[in-house]
């Protein structure tokens, strides 16, 4: 089976932009998170999609959303960037059949810079 | 809230020594843990897992036991090589919903 894609693997935005990054996941998985890693702060939650709908949301102002399609594919959009939001952005998925014992697996990540 | 406390890094150790990565949790009920290794430039990988209490995860020569007594996870690895040198991440995955919670990391360089 293919791996959790995602597109693109760089960017660079300046403040103000905006910008979406896209995440495949894993043949017949139905859940895709995301989470952003800083050196500063480690890994966060952004939020969950299952079937289409935001199940689990993170701490994150509303500049970051995301929405899910139905064939699983996932997006995140991120309005208005800061420098602060330069980091790398992970998305990973799982079955999402909403047992707790599911094991999510990651993509490579996109690494956004903002100047 | 669910949470992982995860043993502060960087660690440097040399080549054919052992390793112990400790990490704790909090949570409610009967929570899975995983140990997830990042290498530089990539994402993160599943290296091991465990379901229940008392079950051992075990992958390329690493081994956790989860211990519910002890609210605890720790990593270990009895010889370590060169190509072990990355970023370790424990984490938990709750009872309520899909979501996870990672540790901060723990930085491993192994020199030879």
């Known amino acids: 089976k293919a791996g959790v894609t995602q597109t693109p693997r760089y960017l660079i935005k300046t403040r103000g932009q905006q910008v979406t990054l896209s995440c495949s996941p894993i043949?017949?998985?139905?859940?895709v998170s995301w989470y952003q890693q800083t050196p500063g702060q480690g890994l966060q939650f952004l939020f969950e999609y299952f079937s289409e709908t935001q199940r689990n949301k993170g701490n994150f102002p509303g500049r970051f959303s995301g929405r899910q399609f139905s064939n699983s594919r996932s997006e995140m959009n991120v309005s208005t960037l800061e420098l602060g939001d330069s980091a790398l952005y992970l998305c990973?998925?799982?079955?999402?059949?909403?047992?707790?014992?599911?094991?999510?697996?990651f993509g490579p990540g996109t690494r956004l810079l903002v100047l | 809230g669910d949470s992982v406390t995860q043993m502060e890094g960087p660690v440097t150790l040399s080549e054919e020594a052992f390793l112990t990565i400790n990490c704790t949790y909090t949570?409610?009920?009967?929570?899975?843990l995983f140990w997830y290794v990042q290498y530089p430039g990539e994402g993160l990988q599943l290296l091991l897992k465990a379901t229940k209490a008392d079950d051992k995860g075990s992958n390329k020569g690493f081994e956790a036991t989860y211990r519910k007594e002890t609210t605890s996870f720790h990593l270990e690895k009895g010889s370590v090589q060169v190509s072990d040198s990355a970023v370790y991440f424990c984490a938990l995955s709750g009872i309520t919903g899909n979501q996870f919670y990672f540790g901060t990391g723990t930085s491993l360089t192994v020199i030879p």
């Open positions: 043949s017949g998985h139905r859940s």
């Open positions: 949570a409610t009920g009967y929570p899975s």
């Open positions: 990973a998925s799982s079955s999402g059949t909403g047992l707790y014992q599911e094991t999510q697996y």
